[in-house]
């Protein structure tokens, strides 16, 4: 691995990359000192893991960061997109083994919905990752596609509603949210992401001590709806003009993701 050669291509997107030594493994975060936010890249000096840039797009502040772990006998490679997206620099991990480059990690990204009204409206290459186009609006992780004729129940609309992916990240606040189906869940500190009903019942009969834990009900991934404004910290607020589906990128899909530490 070319120390230098990493630190001159993060250069090129105009970010500055740092690496620290670590236990074992790799860990990658975006940190902030006396100069701004930059890369921070931890790694093993001791394993056997390779770090190289396979795809820089100076214009567009992006590049395609990869690490392969292992030996010419069995490799596992992780692909990270790093990058700025309106206000801060932001890493992603990549799903899959297609991306070979920028462009291609950006439609790994997107959800099966998104890429097929991308298809049905036409668009460009150049159109595609643009956060407003035809087929969709983007903020962060967020993609919301526009929904014809659609007219939720009135009473069931909620007002000024989080959505987020969890694990402590920042929630994008939507000024109309419908939400149907899902499976509900019992959420607390313990258990972020929610267990389902079954397991909460569960959980009691065998210690009754967590009944008196401090519990949310919640919903798993049920579809969502949008209208209105959508406001976030790190982003310019969007306006929704009629009722969007509501779709998150599947970086959560990707294995890698345990390696980042920076969510939102």
Known sequence: MEVSLLEKQFQQIGARLKLKPRNSGFNIDILSDDKGEYFSLELDDNSQLDAKVIDVKAQERHLLLMFCEGDRHSITKHKFLC????????????PGQSAKDVASAMEAL??????????????KKSQRNRRKNKAYLRQGEWFFIPVEGFNPPANLILKNEPIS?????????CEFIYRSGGETVYVNYKFPNGITEAEYNKLCNQNPKYRKHNWKIMVREPKVYAKGKVSHLDHATIVLNGWHQVEMNLEFKAPSMRNISFLD
Do not use: C, M, N, T
Not at 110 to 123: A, D, N, S, W
């Open 83 to 94: 990058g700025h997206d309106e206000r801060h620099w932001f890493v992603a991990a990549v």
């Open 110 to 123: 997107k959800p099966p919905i998104v890429r097929y009204h991308q298809f049905r409206q036409g668009l």
């Open 165 to 173: 992916r969890g694990r402590g990240s920042k929630p994008h606040i």
